[in-house]
T-cell receptor, first 114, second 110 residues
């Protein structure tokens, strides 16, 4: 069973550096979501794609954040000029066209900005 | 921002006991879902209840929804040590993005 995969699982970086995370959704899931989760809190929505189109972005997604899903399959989330406040777990989820309400989450990428 | 609050924030019970947690939300919803998260891992979907439903069962899980009070409850019956996790409610609205609560941390002691 191939679920949602995310790479890397962990990333440690220095403040000011750029980082990029990758999400591979479940095959043929047309929707892909990014969330951010800080310690002790629930996940917060960042953005989502339907196929290759980015349909909504949260106000949490500052100009330093950019997400892409160029071919409607995998997605990347890039954070430029990282800040210590960006330290969090970044979760990706996908959902199928016929049951879009249910999202299947990946294991997340844990980012630590020093 | 978080949609609502979960109560209690933490819960400790003995194996075999029932665990009940509540979730309140603020805006109109299409559905409400419950997810489980084991320490430091991704979320696992448990159950979804639509806004026109009042109660739903799945195995040892029972979910209720009261849209007039904007609240939901999750009951886990006959808990097991493997149920130890954080439980999050999430409301789904237009576009199906989920808005999560802060979670309830459940510890089931053997």
């Amino acid at each position: 069973d191939t679920g949602v995969s995310q790479n890397p699982r962990h990333k440690i970086t220095k403040r000011g550096q750029n980082v990029t995370f990758r999400c591979d959704p479940i095959s043929e899931h047309n929707r892909l979501y990014w969330y951010r989760q800080t310690l002790g809190q629930g996940p917060e929505f960042l953005t989502y794609f339907q196929n290759e189109a980015q349909l909504e972005k949260s106000r949490l997604l500052s100009d330093r954040f950019s997400a892409e899903r160029p071919k409607g399959s995998f997605s990347t989330l890039e954070i430029q000029r990282t800040e210590q406040g960006d330290s969090a777990m970044y979760l990706c989820a996908s959902s199928p066209a016929d049951r879009q309400e249910t999202q299947y989450f990946g294991p997340g990428t844990r980012l630590l900005v020093l | 921002s978080q949609q609502g609050e979960e109560d209690p924030q933490a819960l400790s019970i003995q194996e075999g006991e029932n665990a009940t947690m509540n979730c309140s939300y603020k805006t109109s919803i299409n559905n409400l879902q419950w997810y489980r998260q084991n320490s430091g891992r991704g979320l696992v979907h448990l159950i979804l209840i639509r806004s026109n439903e009042r109660e739903k069962h799945s195995g040892r899980l029972r979910v209720t929804l009261d849209t007039s009070k904007k609240s939901s409850s999750l009951l886990i019956t006959a808990s097991r040590a493997a149920d130890t996790a954080s439980y999050f409610c999430a409301t789904g609205a237009a576009g199906n993005k989920l808005t999560f609560g802060g979670g309830t941390r459940v510890l089931v002691k053997p």
